[in-house]
C-alpha cells in the first residue's frame, strides 16, 4: 500500500491557518453563498445558503487549501416553531491540515422540508441522512437509499422532532 | 448451503439469507441481508435499530447532569469513554476547567477503559474464529478492570464515573495500588495472546488479505479509529486535538499499512500496550490529594463539609439537584477517541437547564457503514472476520 502519508503523520511544516482565514477564503470564493459565520468557544460555524449547499460541500473537499475530506458527522436540529425550522451541522475536518470545521444550512419548507444531499461528496452522509430522514423527516433530494434506518419502516411520525412527545402519541 | 443453481436461461441466481438479528457472531442485533452465489457475498446490506433506544431524544427531557447516565448505555462496553465527552462537551459550553488531578484519573480510567474494550474484541472476535480459550482469557483480565471500576465508581459498567467538572466521588485509598499490580501482571498475559493468535497459521488464513480496506474508501466513508490507523492513516483525536491533558503524556499511536483484517488486530493490540504506557505515566502522576471537582458554584455540587457550615453551599446544592444549572445559548461538538473511533458528542443550549439537543456521532453507526466493502466478493466465513475487526457495539450503532 503506498497511501500512507493519507494523513499526513509528520505533523510538520503545516503552517498554522487561522480560522478567519478560511472564511474569508470561503467569502472570497463566493460571497452570496456564506451567509454567516460565527465562532463559538472556538470552533467555527460557517452558515451556506441552502441552495448552495452542494456546491460550498464540494469546494470544501476538493479546494486544497481547505481539503475537508473527513465528514465526522452530519446532525440536525430542530428549531420549532421558528422558520427555518431544521439546522443541518455538518461537522468536517481535513485530514491534510489538521483542521475542523462546521457546515450549518438552515433549512426551509415547512413540515416537509427537502434539502440537497452530500452524499456524491462524501459518501459517509449516506447513513447520517438517512438517519436524519428517519427522525427529523428530512427528504435528501438525489440520495440513492432514502429509507428509514433505525424505526420501524411503518412508523408514523419523526420521533426527534419537537412537536412530537418524549413518550410518543399513544 | 445451496449450490449455485443454472437456470435454463444460463444466468445464475443468487440467494437472500437474513444473517441476524440472532446470531452469534453479529455482536448484538446487528442483522446482515446477505446476497449469496454459493458461499461467495454479492452483496451485504446491514439492517440495523432492534437496539433503539431513543438516547437523543431522553437527553432533551433531562437535566444536563442527568444525561450523563444515559451516556452509559450508548457504547456499554466503554462507559467512562462516553461520560468524558458528554461531559467535556457540557465543560466546553461552560467554559469551565477540570483540576488536573480529575483530569490525570480521568485519562487514566478512560486508557483502562480502552483495554477493556479492546479485551471484549478481541475475544470474541477470536472466538467468531473458532479461537474459544482466547476469549476466557480476556474476559479473566477484563475483569480486573472492572474490578477497579468497582472499586472507584461503586459500579462494575455503568459507572457514570464523570461528572460535569469533575469527578463523582473521590477515589478510595490505595486504589492506584491495584491500578500497579494490574499493569504488572498485563504485559505478560498480553505476550499470551499474541503466542496464541499473532503467528498462528489459522489465524493468519483466516485475517490476512481478508476485509481489506483502502484508505481512500476509509476517509470517504468516514471510518475512524483504529480501523482507520489499520488502513495507514495516523488520525487520531487524543495527538490531534488533545483533551483531558492527553497532551502531557507520550504514547504512540500504531499504524498499519496492511489495511486488512489482520492488520486491525494488529493495530488494536498496539493499542493495548500504548494504553498501557500511558496508565504507566498517569500512575505517579495523580496526586494523593487535591480537589476532584472544579469550583463553580452553582455548577458542580459543593462539598460535603461545607454545605453543613455554609449556606450558599446549601443553596446551591438544592439548585443544582432540583433545577440543574443552564449553560449559555450555543452548539458545541466535542470529539475523543474512544476504543472505537472518533465519538463526538454534539450539544445545543438553548438556555435552558436542559439540553436542546444532544446527538451522538457513533463511531460504531458510522465505521459499519464500511462492512459491504469490507465482504462484499468473498467468503461468507470471511464476513464473520470483518464484523469482527469493525468492533461494533450495538448499543452505540442504534443509540
Redesign the interface.
Known amino acids: 500500500?503506498t497511501?500512507?502519508?493519507?494523513?499526513g503523520?509528520e505533523?510538520t511544516g503545516q503552517e498554522e491557518i487561522g480560522q478567519e482565514t478560511w472564511s474569508q477564503r470561503l467569502r472570497e470564493w463566493n460571497p452570496a453563498a456564506i451567509s454567516e459565520v460565527v465562532e463559538?468557544?472556538g470552533?467555527l460555524?460557517v452558515t451556506v445558503g441552502q441552495e448552495y449547499l452542494r456546491e460550498v460541500a464540494e469546494h470544501l473537499r476538493t479546494d486544497p487549501s481547505l481539503a475537508f475530506?473527513?465528514?465526522?458527522?452530519v446532525?440536525a436540529?430542530?428549531r420549532f416553531p421558528m422558520e427555518p425550522r431544521f439546522e443541518l451541522?455538518y461537522?468536517l475536518?481535513s485530514?491534510a491540515n489538521?483542521q475542523?470545521l462546521?457546515m450549518q444550512v438552515r433549512v426551509r419548507g415547512g413540515v416537509h422540508p427537502v434539502v440537497g444531499t452530500v452524499t456524491p461528496v462524501?459518501?459517509?452522509a449516506?447513513?447520517?441522512e438517512r438517519?436524519i430522514f428517519d427522525?427529523f423527516g428530512l427528504r435528501f433530494e438525489g440520495h440513492p437509499d432514502l429509507r428509514?434506518?433505525?424505526?420501524?419502516e411503518d412508523w408514523e411520525g419523526y420521533?426527534?422532532r419537537k412537536d412530537?412527545p418524549?413518550e410518543g402519541f399513544r | 448451503m445451496a449450490p449455485t443453481t443454472t437456470s435454463a436461461t444460463g444466468t445464475t441466481q443468487t440467494m437472500v439469507l437474513n444473517m441476524g438479528p440472532q446470531h452469534p457472531s453479529t455482536h448484538g442485533v446487528l442483522r446482515v441481508v446477505l446476497e449469496l452465489d454459493g458461499e461467495t457475498v454479492v452483496s451485504a446490506r446491514s439492517e440495523?435499530?432492534y437496539l433503539?433506544t431513543?438516547i437523543?431524544?431522553?437527553c432533551?427531557?433531562l437535566t444536563y447532569s442527568q444525561a450523563i447516565t444515559l451516556t452509559d448505555r450508548i457504547d456499554y462496553l466503554a462507559p467512562l469513554s462516553n461520560n468524558l465527552g458528554y461531559c467535556l462537551a457540557v465543560e466546553?459550553?461552560l467554559?469551565i476547567t477540570v483540576p488536573k488531578r480529575a483530569q490525570y484519573i480521568r485519562v487514566l480510567l478512560t486508557e483502562m477503559t480502552r483495554i477493556a474494550s479492546h479485551l471484549v474484541w478481541l475475544g470474541t472476535h477470536a472466538m467468531d474464529l473458532g479461537a474459544t480459550s482466547v476469549m476466557l482469557y480476556c474476559f479473566r483480565e477484563r475483569e480486573e478492570i472492572l474490578k477497579i471500576f468497582e472499586m472507584v465508581s461503586g459500579q462494575r459498567m455503568m459507572t457514570s464515573y464523570f461528572r460535569v467538572g469533575g469527578l463523582a466521588l473521590e477515589p478510595p485509598p490505595r486504589w492506584l495500588d491495584r491500578v500497579s499490580s494490574f499493569l504488572e501482571a498485563f504485559p505478560s498475559r498480553l505476550d499470551e495472546y499474541e503466542e496464541l493468535l499473532t503467528n498462528n497459521r489459522i489465524w493468519r488464513l483466516r485475517t490476512q488479505g481478508v476485509g481489506v480496506l483502502?484508505?481512500?474508501d476509509a476517509?470517504?466513508?468516514?471510518v475512524?479509529g483504529p480501523a482507520l490507523r489499520a488502513?495507514?492513516?495516523?488520525?487520531d483525536v487524543r495527538?490531534?486535538?488533545p483533551y483531558s491533558s492527553y497532551e502531557e503524556f507520550e504514547f504512540d499511536v500504531p499504524?498499519s499499512?496492511?489495511?486488512d483484517c489482520y492488520a486491525r488486530y494488529i493495530v488494536r493490540l498496539g493499542e493495548m500496550r500504548e494504553s498501557l504506557k500511558i496508565v504507566r505515566q498517569a500512575v505517579p502522576k495523580v496526586p494523593s490529594t487535591g480537589p476532584i471537582r472544579t469550583e463553580a458554584p452553582g455548577i458542580v455540587p459543593p462539598q460535603r463539609e461545607k454545605m453543613k457550615t455554609e449556606m450558599e453551599a446549601l443553596i446551591y446544592h438544592f439548585k443544582i439537584f432540583t433545577e440543574g444549572f443552564s449553560p449559555p445559548a450555543?452548539?458545541?461538538?466535542q470529539?475523543i477517541e474512544s476504543p472505537r473511533g472518533?465519538l463526538?458528542f454534539?450539544v445545543?443550549s438553548d438556555g435552558s437547564p436542559k439540553p436542546?439537543?444532544v446527538?451522538v456521532?457513533a463511531p460504531s453507526?458510522?465505521n459499519?457503514?464500511a462492512l459491504p466493502k469490507l465482504a462484499e466478493g468473498r467468503l461468507v466465513a470471511d464476513l464473520i472476520a470483518c464484523i469482527g475487526t469493525i468492533d461494533i457495539v450495538l448499543g452505540e450503532v442504534?443509540?
Open positions: 500500500m497511501e500512507a502519508r493519507v494523513g503523520q505533523g463559538f468557544r470552533e460555524t475530506d473527513f465528514l465526522s458527522d446532525c436540529v430542530d451541522n461537522h475536518l485530514l489538521r475542523r462546521c462524501w459518501p459517509t449516506n447513513w447520517h438517519e427522525l428509514r434506518i433505525l424505526m420501524p420521533p426527534l412530537y418524549v | 440495523i435499530g433503539h431513543g437523543e431524544k431522553s432533551e427531557a466546553k459550553l467554559q483502502d484508505p481512500q476517509i470517504a466513508l468516514g475512524s488502513s495507514g492513516v495516523s488520525y495527538k490531534w486535538f499504524t499499512t496492511e489495511s450555543g452548539q458545541v461538538y470529539r472518533e463526538g454534539f445545543v436542546y439537543r446527538h456521532r453507526f458510522v459499519l457503514q442504534d443509540r
